[in-house]
């Protein structure tokens, strides 16, 4: 299977700041990685996928690029509704697997 | 406006079985992939399997955590799917979300059913 990793596990910010999130996977998925946003009682959203489309709906701010194995996601200027736990999600193989997630809260 | 819906959770044994189905409505359902993917509290997502439309062939994948306990059927007449859950186990305890696929991203998610698996 292939694993997935996210960096920061946990990251403290402000409205404003820009926020990079990292998404590396054990082996080459080319561009075939999504991220979701997830609220606390919520089902998962999809933001971006192909590794850097974004969704229909979803605010510019949102950035997605890499490829390969090293993925990104960029936040431009957080707003407070983006105060949330992010996934990676990889659907070159199956099982599909996720990362474990960073969760964005206020510094 | 595309819609799933999940029903069927609930508390259940160790060793017994449960039925999820997930109610499609918005959008083609025939033409869809339809995954499983659960959370336990407080945990990140897992994978549990998906299945095809019947122009794949309704191929069905699981994860290995689930295979040959779990199975995926779906009614494109009722547009519903469903996830049988025999075996169940304490680690099967979660919320279940059904999700449409049809790039493989999963677009739309449904609210999720809680499976409480205890004795």
């Known amino acids: 299977d292939i694993q997935m990793t996210q960096s920061p596990s946990t990251l403290s910010a402000s409205v404003g700041d820009r926020v990079t999130i990292t998404c590396r996977a054990s082996?080459?998925?080319?561009?075939?990685l999504a991220w979701y946003q997830q609220k606390p009682g919520k089902a998962p959203k999809l933001l971006i996928y192909?590794?850097?489309s974004l969704e229909s709906g979803v605010p510019s701010r949102f950035s997605g690029s890499g490829s390969g194995t090293e993925f990104t996601l960029t936040i431009y200027s957080l707003q407070p509704d983006d105060f949330a736990t992010y996934y990676c999600q990889q659907y070159n193989t199956y099982p599909f697997t996720f990362g474990p997630g960073t969760k964005v809260d206020i510094k | 406006e595309v819609q799933l819906v999940e029903s069927g959770g609930g508390l259940v044994q160790p060793g017994g079985s449960l039925k999820l189905s997930c109610a499609a409505s918005g959008f083609t359902f025939s033409g869809s992939a339809l995954h499983w993917v659960r959370q336990a509290s407080g945990k990140g997502l897992e994978w549990v399997g998906r299945i095809r439309s019947k122009a794949n062939s309704y191929a069905t994948a699981y994860a290995a955590s689930v295979k040959g306990r779990f199975t995926i059927s779906r009614d494109d007449s009722k547009n519903t799917a469903y996830l049988q859950m025999n075996s169940l186990k304490t680690e099967d305890t979660a919320v279940y979300y059904c999700?449409?696929?049809?790039?493989?991203?999963?677009?739309?998610w449904g609210q999720g059913t809680l499976v409480t698996v205890s004795s």
């Open positions: 082996q080459n998925i080319s561009s075939w």
């Open positions: 192909k590794a850097s």
């Open positions: 999700a449409r696929s049809i790039t493989g991203t999963l677009d739309y």
